[in-house]
């Protein structure tokens, strides 16, 4: 077989269930999932390679939840923070929200640093950027002796007001770096105001950074062990990626060693391996922003530009608002902590399609957040013995047995049906199976529709303006009730849906983030001088940052500004026009329904967005097969037009059609009640709803 004449790239997502590759070979787009391996995820990413045979130069575009996971089993690195003396504990006070109003007894999450590993160090800037107190060389020593002495494996560093002035922390920086540490600073990370969240982006930062640098180190030796030709032992001895990347720099263009990894970010942008293990704080939430920019993708080729991206996997939903252009904000939580860089604006809740069920103390059935995870998996995957919601859907006749991943996987309905009888009997419920399984349905349904809700009712937008697009592992399984439950006129299956994360990862761009605080107060006139100029020095760090790591290709940049009213707690985004103060009042309106024309406005922080478009594979038609597990000879699943089974819809148990996807015929309308099946994921379509295949091989869903 020839060489191909480009690199053959392959997008990996890796989930809580399964690890899911998407990759175009050729012009057709080929799809895989295996079972992730959650103690080292590169092992399922490995096992994934293998099955992928390639001789070409490989790019694997990855979307990790090592950083996600690492937060919420506080499992990082024991972290060092060294800050301005006096601000030694405000990590632990942060701000007067509180998590329950009214709950004076709830359990505060703790700070990733505890107290004796907080580092006063008298030093002072001002607001202005004039320093009033430099480091001296004597305490700068006792600094680096006080924290070696702690034995840290990671340190962030985070002044007061260095965002106006870095110059001591770069002091800080330099006598702290004979320790051999990895460094979190501040001004180069989050560059803005509010030490609190700053701060807590910074730690978060230092955190993650040996465990994510040990995870892609990993990674990076494993896939270039797998490739070979001598490969690995070329960079033995180098000493991490940043050496690593360098050396693959060194080579050229044109002799660049492969295979080569990328990783997703946060904001909806690859990045490079040592840029990821740098600052993985930007890619705590990888994986669900490639779903959000593959739903995006798929919804604009098929006419749908406002759509709320509904990604149900194996642990958790996410769910995004997108109109036009994906947005990101900077003040999200993860795992109860402020983490300020930008990134995406999605919603997660604890319920997918391992999500476990239960009984609480006042005998209510409850859902989740709990899972069952890859191991032991729900109780149909042969291993589990606790019902989750998978398990609800294969009693329910949604799941067909036969027709999971393409009918390589057969779900086990006996024992799914025998041990959750011998669970109920266990939790002394006198429910039957079907009525359990129903009652596990709607309220797992419940909890998304209260995340749908989050990211459209409470944000002023009417839900039934916008498209559903459903996709991961069981989001098809679950979208039609939840459109009929919010009036969603039209549900969007897209072409890949249980592996739309990685689909998002492969066509994403390369894209850095860039911010300053400024505080500027202005009344009717916008300092252009002064904005030109600052944003022509971030352009300018772009512009190096882009250089230093190789990527090649035209930078387009995105200037936004945060503006407020003098005297507000919170901002609004506002990309950068010739009128920026008219569009900020009237974006105010839009979001608050008032607005203070004559009001005193500050803007508050510059961003830049670097984008340096990949290149985009050329896919001749939608291949929707069964992807690289398939194997040779299996008998078809079945035709399309004699194929039925029993399926509860509510309280009625109704014959419907099992149709295969690749067999519908584009343009053809169907009826439901029908269940689709195929690779990746299961669609439901209630009686009275109609569906078909579009152009673009996207599966459209009209509700009744």
């Known amino acids: 077989m020839p060489r191909r004449s480009q690199p053959l790239r392959i997008a990996i997502d890796t989930g809580g269930t399964f690890t899911d590759c998407v990759w175009v070979d050729r012009g057709r ?9 959650p103690a080292d995820p590169s092992q399922a990413i490995v096992e994934a390679l293998r099955k992928i045979a390639h001789e070409d130069e490989l790019i694997l575009l990855h979307g990790t939840t090592v950083g996600t996971n690492t937060l919420l089993e506080r499992k990082g690195a024991r972290t060092a923070l060294v800050t301005t003396a006096g601000f030694e504990d405000a990590i632990e006070i942060g701000r007067q929200a509180r998590p329950k109003l009214y709950d004076f007894f709830f359990d505060r999450v703790e700070p990733l640093v505890p107290a004796d590993l907080r580092f006063g160090f008298e030093e002072r800037t001002t607001g202005d950027g004039e320093i009033l107190s430099s480091p001296s060389g004597e305490k700068l020593e006792q600094l680096a002796s006080q924290v070696a002495a702690r034995n840290p494996q990671a340190i962030a560093i985070s002044l007061l007001f260095s965002f106006a002035n870095p110059g001591n922390e770069l002091a800080i ?14 001004h180069q990370i989050l560059p803005e ?22 995870y892609l180190e990993n990674l990076n030796q494993r896939t270039l062990d797998l490739h070979g030709l001598g490969v690995a032992q070329r960079f033995s001895a180098a000493k991490g990626i940043s050496d690593l990347t360098g050396a693959l720099a060194h080579e050229g263009p044109q002799r660049i060693i492969r295979p080569r990894i990328f990783v997703m970010q946060s904001s909806g942008g690859i990045t490079s391996l040592a840029a990821a293990a740098r600052e993985p704080v930007r890619t705590v939430l990888s994986g669900p922003a490639g779903g959000v920019v593959g739903a995006a993708v798929s919804a604009r080729s098929s006419g749908f530009i406002r759509i709320i991206a509904f990604d149900m996997g194996g642990t958790s939903t996410d769910v995004s608002l997108v109109e036009g252009a994906i947005s990101t904000a900077s003040d999200a939580q993860i795992a109860g902590l402020p983490v300020s860089v930008p990134m995406l604006d999605i919603h997660t ?9 239960r009984f609480d103390a006042g005998g209510v059935l409850r859902v989740g957040p709990e899972s069952a995870g890859a191991d032991p998996g729900p109780i149909c995957y042969g291993r589990g013995t606790q019902p989750t919601v998978t398990d609800a859907n294969l009693i329910l006749g949604r799941l067909q047995p036969s027709r999971f991943l393409g009918g390589d996987f057969t779900l086990d309905l006996d024992r799914t049906r025998r041990l959750t009888k011998e669970w109920l009997k266990q939790q002394g419920s006198p429910l039957s199976l079907e009525k359990f399984s129903a ?53 969007v299956v897209p072409a890949f849906p249980g592996a739309l994360s990685a689909l998002g990862i492969l066509v994403s761009d390369v894209v850095k983030d860039y911010s300053r605080t400024v505080l500027w107060r202005v009344s009717s006139k916008v300092p252009v001088t002064e904005l030109n100029r600052e944003f022509s020095s971030l352009e300018h760090h772009a512009a190096e940052d882009l250089r230093r790591e190789g990527w090649e290709g035209k930078a387009h940049y995105t200037r936004s500004v945060d503006i407020r009213y003098r005297g507000q707690g919170y901002e609004l985004t506002i990309p950068l026009s010739k009128t920026p103060l008219a569009d900020f009042q009237q974006e ?3 979001r608050y329904g008032y607005t203070h024309p004559n009001r005193e406005v500050e803007l508050v922080t510059l961003r830049l967005r670097a984008v340096v478009k990949s290149p985009q594979p050329e896919i001749t038609r939608a291949h929707v097969g069964t992807g ?10 079945g035709s399309i037009a004699t194929l039925k089974a029993p399926v509860l819809f509510g309280s009625r148990k109704l014959q419907t059609k099992i149709y295969s996807r690749d067999e519908l015929r584009p343009g053809r309308k169907y009826p439901g009640p029908a269940i689709i099946t195929e690779y990746s994921a299961t669609t439901v379509i209630p009686p009275g709803s109609r569906f078909h295949i579009d152009r673009a091989a996207n599966l459209i869903v009209t509700i009744r």
Request: glycine share 10%; hydrophobic share 50%.
């Open 29 to 37: 787009l080929h799809m895989l999932k295996v079972f992730s391996t």
């Open 173 to 186: 920086a330099e006598a702290l770096k004979p320790l051999g540490l990895p460094l979190s600073i501040s």
């Open 193 to 214: 105001f509010r030490e609190y969240e700053r701060t807590s982006t910074v730690v978060v930062n230092a955190y993650l950074q040996p465990v994510m640098q040990h």
């Open 349 to 357: 809740v604890g319920a997918g399609g391992g999500s476990l069920a």
């Open 439 to 491: 009652g596990v349905i709607r309220v797992v349904n419940a909890v998304m529709e209260k995340a749908i809700r989050v990211v459209s009712i409470e944000r002023g937008r009417d839900p039934r303006e916008f498209a559903l697009v459903a996709f991961g592992g069981a989001g098809g399984l679950h979208a039609c009730a939840l459109a009929e439950a919010l009036s969603i006129p039209n549900v």
């Open 588 to 590: 105010h309106k839009r």
């Open 628 to 637: 690289a597990l398939a194997r040779p000879g299996r008998a078809k699943l």
